[in-house]
C-alpha cells in the first residue's frame, strides 16, 4: 500500500486547509485511514481517522477539523477549518492493515504512512 498526501501549505490564524490522501495497492474500503502530525520537537500525535462505521478526533481538533474518506477514489481527506499556529505540522497520512469498527487513535495500530505535507498556521 502507498499513501500520497497533498494539500498542506501556509495559511493565516483563522484559515482553512484541505488535505488529501490517495491510496494505491490494498484493500482500501475496509480499512481504518487516519491523519497524524508531528510539530518540531515534539512526538507524533494522533489527529484524526476515520472507517465505515465512524470517527474519531483529536479534543483540540473536534469541531474544527473534519475527516472523509471517498472509497470508490480510495482517498482520505481532512479539511480543517478554523486553524491556529498550534495546528503547525507536518501532517501525515495512515492505514491499517486490517478492518475495524471504530477507528484506532493509536499510532502503532497504523502499518502504511505517507510521507507527509507540512502545515504552516501564521499567527
Known amino acids: 500500500v502507498q499513501l500520497q498526501a497533498s494539500g498542506g501549505g501556509l495559511v493565516q490564524a483563522g484559515g482553512t486547509l484541505r488535505l488529501s490522501c490517495a491510496a494505491s495497492?490494498?484493500?482500501?474500503?475496509?480499512?481504518?485511514m487516519g491523519w497524524f502530525r508531528q510539530a518540531p520537537g515534539k512526538e507524533r500525535e494522533f489527529v484524526a481517522a476515520?472507517?465505515?462505521?465512524?470517527?474519531n478526533y483529536r479534543p483540540s481538533v473536534k469541531g474544527r477539523f473534519t475527516i472523509s474518506r471517498d472509497n470508490a477514489k480510495k482517498s482520505v481527506n481532512l479539511q480543517m477549518n478554523s486553524l491556529k499556529p498550534e495546528d503547525t505540522a507536518i501532517y501525515y497520512c495512515?492505514?491499517?492493515?486490517?478492518?475495524?469498527?471504530?477507528?484506532?487513535?493509536?499510532?502503532?495500530?497504523?502499518?502504511?504512512w505517507g510521507q507527509g505535507t507540512q502545515v504552516t498556521v501564521s499567527s
Open positions: 495512515a492505514s491499517t492493515d486490517r478492518r475495524y469498527g471504530l477507528p484506532p487513535v493509536v499510532e502503532t495500530a497504523y502499518a502504511y
Open positions: 495497492g490494498g484493500t482500501f474500503s475496509g480499512v481504518a
Open positions: 476515520v472507517t465505515s462505521i465512524g470517527t
